[in-house]
């Protein structure tokens, strides 16, 4: 996965991305100035995932591009007061093993994805996001929204992605887009490894 997204005017303000190894995340007005990464593997047993409300693979599931593993811990699927179907998938944090919920609501008729929720043990609402304008792509015949709202109420923040231009599967793809970029003046912290506490001198 890779979403880059800017300005006109600025440039590039956000960078977010994966590859078989690891991911990462650049915001250019992050303070302090840091690009995160994490091998896949060393995040899930570090005390950066316990920190962290959503796992970073939801942020690819949000997009649309959603899998329930066969062998999960599944229920349902139930139908909602709009007469759609929801599945609700159990999991549990590797790193504390506290009771996850995650919530995929599935349109009845079409079969695409328009909701998926996360909760944490109490039932609290970790995030949320919505999809709409749903298009089957003629080449690959994959649906994807082009419209996704993305609530994360901890952070009090909400996204709306806007992917008129989306491309699936392109043919000509940069050597690099899988490969975790440099910023200059923007220091490396591996959260795998203990690096997500920021100096005492510096807010978070």
Known sequence: MR??????????????????????????RGDPPTVYFARHHEFQASSAHAAMPVDPQWLVEALGLVYLEPAGQHEGPYRTPEGHWQINTIVHSPVTGERIRKVTI?????????QQQIYDGREQLL???????????????AILPRQIDVHWPPAALTIRLELDDLTVNPA??????????????????????????????RRP
């Open 127 to 141: 995030a949320r996001a919505i999809a709409g304008r749903h298009v089957r792509d003629p080449q690959s015949g």
């Open 172 to 201: 000509n793809l940069s050597p690099g887009l899988w490969t975790k970029p440099e910023y200059p003046g923007y220091a490396n912290v591996d959260l795998g490894r203990g690096g997500l506490a920021a100096p005492a001198s």
């Open 3 to 28: 979403l880059q997204a800017g300005t006109g005017l600025t440039g590039g303000e956000l960078d977010v991305g994966s590859n078989e190894e690891l991911f990462w995340f650049w915001m250019r």
């Open 106 to 114: 599935v349109h009845a008729a079409a079969g695409w994805v328009l």
